[in-house]
């Protein structure tokens, strides 16, 4: 469950009342990692708004390093959780301090054995398993616009990207596209999350949209382009979704349209 960032947590909070309802709502069990953040209260703000959902646990997980990564400690909260939730930040902080640990692993496995994995902007880019881990803004793409490390792929075959529109992120997600054209772009509005179920199917919700970009068939110059020049982009395929509208992330196209 990818989400774009500053989601609702005061009104209705679609967002985030979803996630605990999947988790469980009254059964849940929800472990939450702020290791994105350098704000220490990140982690114990959303302890208390998953409590007052009525969730049954709402955990913090600390990780400061490496080591804490493959503590014990740590790994024994996720044993149990029905809902993982990954704060925003600083993605790079996600992928050096838990890429390729154990706790990595762990969410990985407890994902399989059905927890629902959830992470709100920088905790978005992590869950595909190519991630977004800076660039520029911008509507036309550029060559050496964006950067992209290994992410924790829990979610194949995309690329996701966060703060979308509200950050003009439009130019970055098409040269990342244009240079990995077999991977799906994600563009994901803040206050805008994907559910995305085990079949592929993604279903919209919150209050903005979805840019899906589809490279399938495009062209691109972008193996020409030299320094941080303009790239050519033709023939990609773009759907922007709303609240409710679903997505088939096999067929990559649009459900019930």
Known sequence: MPIGGAEDKLDDKIILSAFAQIAGGKSARVVIVPTASSIEAAGLRYKAL???????????????NRDDA???APLELLQDATGIFLTGGNQMRLSAMIGGTRFEQLVRERHQ????????????SILSAHMVAYGASGQTPKQRMAHMVAG????????????FRQRDRIGRL????????????????EDTAAMIDESGTLEVIGRHSITIVDGTEMYSDIFQVKGHGEITVSNARLHVLTPGRRFDLQSRALIDG
């Open 70 to 72: 493959n503590g014990h």
């Open 50 to 64: 998953f409590l007052g959902m009525g969730v049954e646990s709402a955990e913090v997980v600390y990780i400061a």
């Open 152 to 163: 924790f792929g829990l979610i194949s075959n995309v690329i996701i990207d966060q703060h």
């Open 113 to 124: 054995q059905g927890a629902v994995v959830a992470g709100t902007s920088a905790g978005a």
């Open 174 to 189: 098409l040269a990342l596209v244009a240079s990995n054209p077999g991977l799906l772009g994600l563009g994901i509005d």
